[in-house]
């Protein structure tokens, strides 16, 4: 989960970076910055999602639940940041996927914490 966590907010840092500096080269160092956060928690998901599920099982069940978030956002992503651009310009793109990000970071830093809640209670 940290691993997931840090990602994300790499990925955020380098869209507000992008968004900063407004140049090819900025551009293309923001992107690429944002793409190795962006492989922490992509490669992470999975995993965390099979550790989440209370027995091997149902692992199967969680990788579909897996597959169908990756749809959705692969779906409802692109729509949002469009909406974004056509209210507030295209100068405002990355940081408006940012934005996203960050509240991405916040869900993910809850289920971390319930996570962990939940091992403790099951460990007293």
Do not use: K
């Amino acid at each position: 989960m940290r691993t997931m966590i840090a990602g994300m907010a790499i990925f955020a840092a380098a869209m507000l970076l992008g968004t900063l500096v407004q140049t090819p080269t900025g551009t293309v160092v923001a992107f690429c910055i944002g793409a190795a956060g962006a492989s922490a928690f992509l490669v992470n998901a999975v995993v965390v999602l099979w550790n989440l599920a209370p027995s091997a099982r149902v692992f199967g069940t969680y990788a579909a639940l897996y597959a169908v978030g990756w749809q959705s956002g692969a779906f409802l992503g692109p729509a949002l940041i469009g909406g974004a651009v056509d209210i507030l310009g295209w100068q405002t793109m990355l940081l408006d996927i940012a934005v996203v990000a960050a509240v991405a970071v916040a869900i993910v830093v809850r289920i971390d914490r319930l996570q962990r809640r939940g091992d403790v209670e099951r460990a007293v």
